[in-house]
């Protein structure tokens, strides 16, 4: 026996099975749509398109980018460079410090006065340079050593090698 059922019959079974689905969702609430709006934009494992990530290396107490890597260090300045573009090195040290004064330029960024918005122990100056199509990152730690208890004003002189007057003490040390 063979038995096929008309077509207007299987498209209407199919309409049929299909209606139910069809129904609108109402509209989120206003709190609800901004959740899912911005959990959309941005996922919790991806950063924004011109955000720096933090690296593992710190120049006292400002973290290095990732992107960028550490090539010298000594006791009062550490130099690192990368392959990143230097408004953004910039920005990612704006959003980390306090500085009393920022000099912008088309080529250098220096931030001077600067202190760290987690740790404002040191006094830092960061400069940002654009080289040869790389960036240079230079912290320098301008932190003043506390003074010494107990000394005159003349012993405080003769301990950086001066004068009260500011001249050295021993002219040939300087050669």
């Not at 989120?28 to 690296?55: C, K, Y």
């Not at 960061?126 to 010494?148: F, I, M, Q």
């Not at 950086?160 to 002219?171: F, H």
């Amino acid at each position: 026996m063979n038995r096929s059922f008309p077509a207007a019959a299987v498209v209407a079974a199919l309409a049929l099975a299909t209606a139910g689905g069809c129904r609108r969702r109402p509209p989120p609430e206003p709190n609800e749509a901004a959740a899912v709006t911005s959990a959309a934009a941005r996922p919790a494992d991806h950063a924004l398109p011109d955000e720096i990530a933090e690296g593992a290396d710190t120049a006292f107490g400002l973290p290095v980018p990732r992107q960028m890597r550490v090539v010298g260090r000594f006791d009062d300045v550490v130099f690192a460079t990368g392959d990143i573009a230097p408004e953004l090195v910039a920005n990612y040290v704006r959003q980390r410090v306090i500085a009393s004064h920022v000099e912008t330029g088309p080529a250098k960024t220096v931030f001077t006065g600067v202190t760290l918005r987690n740790d404002p122990a040191h006094t830092l100056r960061v400069d940002v340079v654009s080289r040869n199509g790389d960036t240079d990152l230079t912290v320098r730690d301008e932190t003043r050593p506390p003074a010494r208890e107990g000394l005159s004003e003349a012993d405080r002189w003769k301990a950086q090698g001066l004068t009260p007057q500011g001249a050295p003490l021993d002219p040939t040390h300087l050669e």
